[in-house]
C-alpha cells in the first residue's frame, strides 16, 4: 500500500488549503485513511479521519469546524479542506491508513494505522 500526499505549503492566517491523499495497492473494503500533524518536539496529532464503507468521520477538538475530511472512493483519494488556518496549524501533515478496520468508526489511535504517507508541510504565517 502506497500512500502520496499533495497540497501543502504556506498560507496566512485565515486562508485555506486542501491536502489529497492518494492510496494504492490496497486489496480490503474494510479499511479508513486519516490525518495526523506533527510539529518538531511534540508527539503526533491525529486530527480527522473517515471511513470507506459508511463514510464515518473523526475531528480532533484542535480542528472541528475549521477542517473537513471527505473521500472520493472511485479515485482512492482522501481530501482534508483546511479552512481558517491558524499559526498553531503549522506541521507536518501525515496521510495515514488503517487498512483492517474492524469498528464502524475510526479515531486518532496511532497503533491504528499501519501506513502512513511521507508528510507534506503546512506552514500558517501570522
Not at 97 to 118: I, K, M, N, V
Request: proline letters at 2%; aromatic letters at 12%; charged letters at 15%.
Amino acid at each position: 500500500v502506497q500512500l502520496v500526499e499533495s497540497g501543502g505549503g504556506l498560507v496566512q492566517t485565515g486562508g485555506s488549503l486542501t491536502l489529497s491523499c492518494v492510496y494504492s495497492g490496497l486489496t480490503s473494503t474494510d479499511y479508513a485513511v486519516g490525518w495526523f500533524r506533527q510539529v518538531p518536539g511534540e508527539e503526533r496529532e491525529g486530527i480527522a479521519c473517515i471511513t470507506h464503507d459508511n463514510g464515518n468521520t473523526y475531528y480532533s477538538d484542535s480542528v472541528k469546524g475549521r477542517f473537513t475530511v471527505s473521500s472520493d472512493n472511485a479515485k482512492n483519494t482522501v481530501y482534508l479542506q483546511m479552512n481558517s488556518l491558524k499559526p498553531d496549524d503549522t506541521a507536518v501533515y501525515y496521510c495515514v491508513l488503517d487498512s483492517s478496520l474492524w469498528e464502524a468508526t475510526c479515531g486518532p489511535y496511532e497503533y491504528h494505522y499501519d501506513y502512513w504517507g511521507q508528510g507534506t508541510q503546512v506552514t500558517v504565517s501570522s
